[in-house]
């Protein structure tokens, strides 16, 4: 059964710092993984997807590392804003074919605060 | 493109009432999911339909709930008899294929009473 964890549960730093969000995965058969953000009352926004076969992704001030061999990723956000707080979440979809391939997997998701 | 539509936003159920969730995908998703987030709890998967049919219904309570995606219209989740334990957002995503990312809904905050 495939379980995810998030590292930290929560993280308060400055504006401007550079950081990084650790994700875990026990499976490494993995078909991608997807980082999301959740904002407080709020849906989810996705931020990136990275396939099995790639190894990163970036959009912006966000860089997303993929190890599917150790079972990991991490989110690395640069330059740090005070909107960038919100909740982060891992998923990653299992390459078990067949019915289960549409299911993501979530991590508890860490909760990000960057004060001024 | 108007995203992933869910209604209501918000929705209070006495107990013993029946809950009716709504999700439109967004134009060209024929793959729906729908997720239960408990509080203080993280994303828990419960349902995969594509239109007419649960292609994986796994992560589904065994009694009270059921969902379906029909030829027109919305996804329907449906709670019969809801209890406290029910209250949670219920989020619906959809993606063009299963191995796309997908996008989410605002969600529906459901609280018994």
């Known amino acids: 059964k495939q379980e995810v964890t998030q590292i930290p549960a929560a993280l308060s730093v400055p504006e401007g710092e550079n950081l990084v969000l650790n994700c875990s995965f026990t499976?490494?058969?993995?078909?991608?993984l997807q980082w999301f953000r959740q904002d407080p009352g709020k849906g989810l926004t996705s931020l990136l997807l990275?396939?099995?076969?790639?190894r990163e992704q970036t959009s912006g001030r966000l860089n997303a590392s993929l190890d599917k061999s150790s079972g990991r990723s991490t989110l690395y956000i640069a330059a740090s804003q005070p909107g960038d707080s919100a909740t982060y979440l891992c998923a990653v979809r299992v390459d078990a074919g067949g019915t289960s391939y549409g299911k993501l997997t979530f991590g508890q998701g860490t909760i990000l605060t960057v004060h001024p | 493109n108007a995203g992933v539509m869910q209604n209501p936003r918000h929705l209070v159920r006495r107990r013993g009432q029946e809950a009716r969730l709504r999700c439109s995908p967004m134009?060209?998703?024929?793959?729906v999911y729908w997720y239960r987030q408990l509080p203080e709890e993280g994303l828990k998967f419960m349902v995969y339909l594509q239109k007419e049919n649960i292609i994986d219904e796994s992560g589904m309570p065994k009694e009270r709930f059921s969902a379906e995606f029909p030829k027109e219209g919305p996804s329907i989740l449906r709670i019969q008899q809801v209890v406290r334990g029910d209250s949670a957002a219920y989020f619906c995503?959809?993606?063009?294929?299963?191995?796309?990312?997908?996008?989410f809904g605002s969600g529906t905050r459901l609280t018994v009473v």
């Open positions: 499976d490494s058969a993995i078909y991608n």
């Open positions: 134009k060209g998703h024929s793959h």
């Open positions: 990275i396939q099995s076969s790639q």
């Open positions: 995503a959809s993606s063009p294929a299963p191995n796309y990312g997908y996008t």
